[in-house]
């Protein structure tokens, strides 16, 4: 299996924009730092598994984009990453305004599952722009899809790979966040 976009160059340029986004504008703390580890990809019909019970016993929104290199790579179906945010559901509130997000006053599922989208295309769309700025090639990010606890068909990923990066973040005294990624090389500009 190929070798991916490596964890120095990708988990920084995640986390710096958590940290920003998050503590540094929404004054949220977190309750310790971030971890990262590599986990083998779990794969199922071709497809990335992703099961919330592996990072979480609570309920979770889950929202998941993937990176092509180009539209007609997007319509193909031919992805060069993905990337997997899992929220805690009992403090996702607090981590949406924290980040600058309106969270509805009735905080009902579809809403926050709505948030929980916005809040994955703001780190996708962050990642992507990051990258290009450091020469690599630019990417095209998917719409994000959104569900609770699991995805049941999978996500789409770069068959090449085995391996994706998980990044947990603590808030509020609970493993708040989660980050799945993986991404394929990709090429500098």
């Known amino acids: 299996m190929g070798k991916g976009l490596e964890p120095q160059i990708v988990n920084p340029i995640i986390t710096g924009f958590i940290e920003e986004l998050v503590t540094t504008k929404g004054n949220l703390v977190p309750t310790k730092p971030f971890e990262t580890a590599p986990k083998p990809i779990d794969e199922y019909e071709g497809r990335m598994r992703v099961k919330a019970t592996d990072k979480f016993d609570v309920s979770v929104y889950i929202a998941a984009t993937n990176f092509y290199s180009n539209q007609g790579d997007m319509q193909a179906h031919r992805p060069r990453g993905a990337m997997i945010l899992y929220m805690d559901t009992e403090i996702t509130d607090k981590i949406f305004k924290a980040a600058g997000l309106e969270v509805p006053y009735d905080e009902d599922d579809e809403s926050m599952l709505a948030l929980c989208g916005s809040l994955c295309q703001l780190i996708a769309d962050n990642l992507k722009d990051r990258l290009a700025a450091a020469g690599y090639a630019s990417l095209v990010v998917s719409a994000p899809a959104v569900f609770k606890n699991t995805i049941p068909h999978g996500v789409e990923f ?32």
Request: net charge positive.
């Open 158 to 189: 770069s068959k090449d790979q085995n391996e994706k990066q998980e990044i947990s973040f603590y808030f509020l005294k609970h493993k708040a966040m989660v980050i799945d990624w993986t991404m394929a090389p990709i090429p500098k500009k």
